[in-house]
């Protein structure tokens, strides 16, 4: 191979000794700028190696001369971000939750905090939107088992739904009619049938009517003899179209069979108070929050206020 190179003579470059059907390779060599480039990369690497990590060991990696880390500068920005937030938590801390709103601004801080903890929390089980699912309640709109306004909520974040291992939980049971015999299968269908007239979806009938006597001896003494609920017990109001399981026979079949027995964590093991105050106001500005109730010395006054006003007109 050496023997067949030579020097080509319009270029002045020896070839490399290759030939394909008369054509021949040129051993050019590399640009200066070229090899500076390379050497200077190479450079670069090794003093990258030796001061930041680099090299991955079985449990970890390099720790490099610098001991710079990209989680020791996500702390730090994470440290300087609740210096500046920290301020607003403490006032949302100190203010009771019924008492955020009479300062606007601290309730749009507290609601914005919910929102980013709401995404990290509570889309798996109610959704991006808060929306829900089949057995996930939508916190959109205004209909609450255990109350609305801002203190109902905040309570229901803290102590869960039918959490056993705490005395303070919200706690609701059905009895599961079918599966304890209770009711026989004739009778649950007639108070499915009962059950769907209180929203319309079926017109009376003699089931219905069967249903309604059966349902006035086993499930008004919680869900009232209208039916229409009772949210101190976390019975649902029966005469609207809004479920957490549907309205449809089967569903209802099912939940008067089987009955339901859904499940909602307490946040006060694994949140803290501020985070679930802020969670509190988000779900509350969803378009469903209900006002603050008021004292029982409020009230009175109020409609004895009322009362002298309608005496003056008349």
Request: net charge negative; hydrophobic share 35%; aromatic share 8%.
């Amino acid at each position: 191979m050496t023997e067949n190179k030579y020097i080509d003579k319009p270029t002045g470059t020896e070839t490399v000794g290759h030939e394909w059907d008369g054509i021949e390779e040129l051993d050019t060599p590399m640009p200066r700028w070229w090899l500076w480039t390379l050497y200077a990369t190479i450079i670069w690497a090794l003093v990258y190696v030796v001061l930041y990590p680099a090299w991955p060991m079985v449990n970890s990696a390099t720790e490099g001369t610098l001991g710079w880390t990209s989680l020791g500068e996500l702390d730090a920005e994470l440290a300087e971000r609740d210096a500046e937030l920290a301020p607003i938590h403490a006032a949302i801390e100190r203010t009771a939750v019924q008492k955020l709103p009479d300062n606007p601004e601290l309730m749009q801080q507290a609601v914005q905090g919910g929102a980013s903890a709401f995404k990290v929390h509570c889309v798996q089980c109610h959704g991006s939107g808060a929306a829900g699912s089949k057995g996930y309640p939508n916190l959109n709109d205004d209909e609450w088992l255990w109350g609305g306004d801002l203190e109902a909520i905040e309570y229901t974040l803290l102590h869960g739904i039918r959490q056993p291992d705490h005395d303070e939980t919200r706690f609701s049971l059905m009895p599961a009619f079918g599966k304890d015999g209770i009711l026989q299968p004739n009778e649950i269908q007639d108070v499915v049938s009962h059950v769907r007239t209180l929203t319309g979806e079926e017109k009376t009938s003699r089931a219905a009517q069967r249903g309604a006597v059966l349902f006035e001896a086993n499930c008004a003494i919680c869900h009232g003899a209208d039916g229409k609920g009772d949210r101190i017990q976390g019975a649902p109001d029966l005469t609207d179209s809004i479920s957490l399981y549907g309205t449809d026979r089967d569903s209802l079949t099912e939940t008067i069979v089987n009955s339901r027995y859904g499940v909602m964590p307490r946040w006060n093991q694994r949140l803290d108070t501020v985070t679930i105050r802020m969670l509190a106001a988000y779900v509350h500005s969803l378009g469903g929050g209900e006002a603050n109730p008021q004292p029982a010395e409020q009230a009175e006054s109020e409609t004895g206020m009322t009362e002298s006003a309608d005496d003056g007109q008349s």
